[in-house]
């Protein structure tokens, strides 16, 4: 059974950075894309990143892309979102994604 487990969130002003983590358990987490997506109140999921296997290869949304980074470590199956220079418009739920299974998520709230 995929599991993943999101943390990391948390209230944080305008400008500040957070750093999401996803533990994976359940399937094989090296020799998977991983991503992250995001959903914000009242709106769908949005595709924020991806990774893959090896973690050289990294692709962002354009509103995030310059700011946050995508990561991990497969020696501990972990996946890691490191956002910097955080904006209002980034509050939402956070879900690491191995395909069309996502975590529970974690908040992530952008505001002074």
């Known amino acids: 059974e995929v599991l993943l487990v999101e943390s990391g969130g948390g209230l944080v002003q305008p400008g500040g950075s957070l750093r999401l983590s996803c533990a994976a358990s359940?399937?094989?987490?090296?020799?998977?894309?991983m991503s992250w997506v995001r959903q914000a109140p009242g709106k769908g999921l949005e595709w924020v990143s991806d990774?893959?296997?090896?973690?050289?290869?990294?692709q962002y949304a354009d509103s995030v892309k310059g700011r946050f980074t995508i990561s991990r470590d497969n020696a501990v199956n972990t996946l890691y979102l490191q956002m910097n220079s955080l904006k209002p418009e980034d509050t939402a739920v956070y879900y690491c994604?191995?395909?069309?299974?996502r975590g529970q998520g974690t908040q992530v709230t952008v505001s002074s």
């Open positions: 990774i893959n296997l090896s973690g050289r290869i990294t």
């Open positions: 994604a191995k395909g069309p299974s």
């Open positions: 359940g399937f094989d987490f090296s020799r998977y894309t």
